[in-house]
């Protein structure tokens, strides 16, 4: 799946990458499932439109 925003140029981090591959994946997957979820119902996940920032 390409980055839709970009990389920073210039700024890395040795080892970063392959520490957060699992997090990357875990986006891009819940991206897809978002994705067929809107194709399918034409609206937000309930994830998504339920969510509120506690605090």
Known sequence: MPEPYG???GFQLPGLA??????RQYI???????????REHGV???????WTLDG
């Open 18 to 23: 392959d520490r957060a591959a699992g997090v």
């Open 44 to 50: 937000d996940m309930p994830e998504v439109t339920d």
């Open 28 to 38: 891009a997957d819940a991206l897809q499932r978002h994705h067929a979820w809107i």
């Open 7 to 9: 990389r920073a140029e």
